[in-house]
């Protein structure tokens, strides 16, 4: 497994992991899948400023993917970012996930611009609070019944980690 900066080649694989998720799952809370223009266009938010984006490539495949993002758009939140990370459904339970954590947590460590890493999990999502909590993060609160997805109201779960 080779992890690197993600790169507009990886545009179809990824939009691909990430809509699986959204017709399939609730790790997102997006009900329609994006279209290739609107993925295009979160593409080219990241790998810019404190944004970056990176996958998990095995045998020329993207496994997964890993992104910091903007957490809001008010210029006092310039400093946090939101973590992301998605791992294709063939590799999960490969260490995938954990190698991208490593690695975005290395480039937000590294990024003097990045004061906290915000993470919002699906509540339920037990493996990824324990991704999370390896890794430092701590639990913030609870938003209960804040989405509506798969004919069910969904809680999320807030997590912090200061680098």
Known sequence: ????????????????????????GVATLDIRPRTREEWA?????????????IVAETDGKVAGYA?????????????TVELSVYIHGDYRRQGVATALMEQILVCAREDASIHTVVS????????????????????????????????????????????
Do not use: Q
């Open 120 to 163: 919002v999990i699906t509540r339920g999502n037990e493996a990824s609070i324990r991704l999370h909590e390896k890794y430092g993060f701590t639990f913030c609160g609870t938003i209960h019944e804040v989405g509506y997805k798969a004919g069910r109201y969904l809680d999320i779960d807030n997590f912090e980690l200061r680098v």
């Open 41 to 53: 266009e979160w593409f080219d938010a990241h790998n810019v400023e404190n944004h970056p984006l």
């Open 1 to 24: 497994m080779k992890i690197r900066t993600a790169e507009r080649k990886d545009l179809e694989e990824l939009l691909a992991i990430y809509n699986y998720e959204v017709e399939n």
């Open 67 to 79: 992104s910091l993002s903007a957490y809001r758009n008010k210029e006092a939140y310039k400093s």
